[in-house]
């Protein structure tokens, strides 16, 4: 697999072709999809970007490590909402977010967007703090 982004082919240098195939075909059948949610204190609004993949009445939310990039858990998201009634949304982290209080007023702003009224948490390194 070529990229024309000589950072970004450095990066993919040891993935097989194969591997990053199935990246590139994840990201177009999962586009993120974009919501504005306001923080902790209602006058502050932040962008959220997040995946939302699978279909069913339970939902999983699948909340990221350090990163803070909904896709970097794109194998679990795929192989989760593959399963019958299994709903997986993967929030990115804002960028412009600076405190707990904003990073979870956030997340449940997501939740409320898409209509969910109760999830499923799961979380791996820094997802499992929140």
Same mark, same amino acid.
């Given at each position: 697999?070529?990229?024309?982004?000589? /950072?970004?082919?450095?990066? %993919?240098? !040891?993935?097989?072709?194969?591997? @990053?195939?199935? =990246? *590139?075909?994840?990201? $177009?059948?999962?586009?993120?999809?974009?919501?504005?949610?306001?923080?902790?204190?209602?006058?502050? /609004?932040?962008?959220?970007? %997040?995946? !939302?993949?699978?279909?069913?009445? @339970?939902?999983? =939310? *699948?909340?990221?490590? $350090?990163?803070?990039?909904?896709?970097?858990?794109?194998?679990?998201?795929?192989?989760?909402?593959? /399963?019958?009634?299994?709903?997986?949304?993967?929030?990115?982290?804002?960028?412009?977010?600076?405190?707990?209080?904003?990073?979870?007023?956030?997340?449940?702003?997501?939740?409320?967007?898409?209509?969910?009224?109760?999830?499923?948490?799961?979380?791996?390194?820094?997802?499992?703090?929140?």
């Amino acid at each position: 697999m070529k990229f024309e982004n000589p /950072r970004i082919a450095n990066l %993919y240098k !040891d993935v097989s072709d194969e591997q @990053v195939a199935r =990246l *590139l075909q994840f990201r $177009a059948a999962h586009p993120y999809r974009r919501a504005t949610i306001n923080g902790a204190n209602a006058h502050k /609004r932040h962008p959220w970007e %997040y995946i !939302d993949a699978g279909r069913g009445n @339970v939902v999983i =939310l *699948l909340l990221p490590g $350090a990163l803070g990039l909904a896709e970097a858990s794109w194998q679990t998201i795929a192989h989760l909402a593959a /399963r019958p009634g299994i709903r997986v949304i993967s929030p990115s982290y804002a960028p412009t977010v600076t405190t707990m209080a904003e990073m979870v007023n956030g997340i449940a702003g997501i939740l409320d967007h898409e209509g969910v009224g109760q999830a499923r948490v799961m979380g791996g390194s820094a997802g499992g703090y929140c």
